[in-house]
């Protein structure tokens, strides 16, 4: 059987003997917090790579805590020793995933999950301030959202998106999708949406006090409700588009968020 760079694949996963006898008899390999860093060592390997950092994605989606937080960890702890080239593979590998396994929530919610996490860690603000890769990720955030009720993905999309706010000003197409997720059928992802804008922007944007418009707007509106005759959820985000100076990506009549669609 003919296995790719054998050699130095054993060499990665091989555990130190003790006691003149190989420690990979005694070993307990369904151990995470053993056997990952000893594939995260083998994701050197370029031929290996996107297998290796797919399989840890869909860790960080596992059943248990101990294989979540294992994956989480070896993830955080690569990002953070790797080079601009090493985190540009990383980013591929996120983009193609979105593709080949676009709409599966199995695969897209700990995938978002695992970006989430990264972000969050400060692990890998090169991409996020790299405006290419900002761009396609934001495109298939967008894809994810079209025609999807699952609440938890949708939470999950909104956690990505607006961690790719830098700032408003230099930030303008992450903000606008936020913005349009002010107008989602559901009112639980508009309200979300209006959160967790409002406190990115505490991050991002100090300046933008409870004074001005839009933050004022995204506090004081109830975008659990519809809004009524005069101001429908629509009317309300416009709104925002508005104080922001921002104009909306889409046309708003087109309900690309309706989960009818």
Known sequence: LFVTKREKL???ISLPNTNEKPRYESANWGDASLTFPLIMKAADIEEYFGYIISGLILSVGGLTQSVTQNASSVLIHWCRDANTAKLDRLGAVFLDLFDKHRHDGRVILPLLKTIDILMNRMCIEPLVKDNKFSLSLLG????ETKGC?????LTAVLN???GLIVSVKNSQEATAFVCELLMHEYPRIRSLAAEKLYVRLLET???LDESHTAVKLLLNNAWEFDGGKEATKEDMALEVFRAFKIEPLLKTKEYLFDVTA
């Not at 009720?149 to 993905?153: C, E, G, Q, V, Y």
């Open 10 to 12: 054993l060499e990665c």
């Open 140 to 143: 298939k955030l967008r894809e």
């Open 149 to 153: 009720s699952d609440i938890p993905r």
């Open 160 to 162: 990505v998106a607006t």
């Open 205 to 207: 944007d100090p300046e």
